[in-house]
């Protein structure tokens, strides 16, 4: 199996432990400041993207002095470093994708790198994406019925609308269950649910939800 990971440049202290995902067959990608913060960690992207206009003279010459694929572009453009790093990953067709650093500091940022998750699903794509943080593990999901883990680090699981409506969705094994209930854009009905068993379901018919996954 295939895996990218990519780093972006968010707070440093909101990441999680990276060790934890040096794996083999782990492909590690920058974007922009991302790239020194993992070369600082001792891990050497494969490639980076940016207009590199968050680091120094001197921060550059040692990503350019350990990076050998860069993808350099200027500020003035139509995607963000980010969706560019996240398109070339979802072209390499990875079984999985993990976006870390994209949460935290400047809000426009993170919700813009929320909304990216979108393009692939509406795609049919059947990558699955998460962006991770030290507190939250969030993804998108499209209609179907989904099996769900219980896990003691991040207990609180929120189910958000992305789409006007979420129809249909019914949980169960959860602390607060739910039967086909429809759920509109800006209800805060499936907020900080919680698995009461190891594994538990949700299923919906229509609509795309913003699954997220945290701890205090």
């Known amino acids: 199996m295939v895996h990218i990971n990519i780093l972006a ?8 432990n990276l060790n934890e995902y040096k794996q083999e067959n782990e492909v590690w990608v920058g974007v922009d400041r991302g790239v020194f913060t993992l070369i600082n960690m001792n891990i050497t992207p494969q490639i980076a993207f940016g207009d590199f206009d968050s680091v120094t ?3 550059l010459m040692i990503i350019e002095e350990n990076v050998e694929n860069m993808k350099i572009y200027k500020p003035e453009k139509n995607e963000t470093d980010m969706e560019l790093a996240l398109n070339w990953a979802i072209e390499q067709r990875p079984d999985l994708i993990r ?4 949460s935290g500091g400047r809000l426009d940022h993170f919700l813009a790198n929320v909304q990216l998750l979108v393009k692939p699903l509406m795609e049919d794509n059947n990558v699955k994406i998460f962006l991770i943080d030290k ?5 998108l999901k499209g209609p179907g019925s989904y099996k769900i883990k219980m896990r003691s680090d991040k207990k609180y699981i929120s189910f958000v609308p992305l789409t006007l409506s979420v129809k249909g969705l019914t949980l ?3 602390k607060y269950p739910l039967k086909n209930r429809h759920i509109s854009i800006g209800s805060t009905l499936c907020i900080s649910n919680e698995l009461v068993s190891d594994n538990g379901t949700f299923s919906f018919s ?8 945290s701890n205090d």
């Open 99 to 102: 976006v870390f650093g994209a």
């Open 57 to 59: 003279k001197q921060e």
């Open 206 to 213: 229509e609509g795309i939800l913003l699954v997220i996954r």
């Open 9 to 16: 440049g968010g707070p440093v202290e909101l990441l999680p």
């Open 172 to 174: 169960e094994g959860f």
């Open 135 to 139: 507190q939250n593990i969030i993804s």
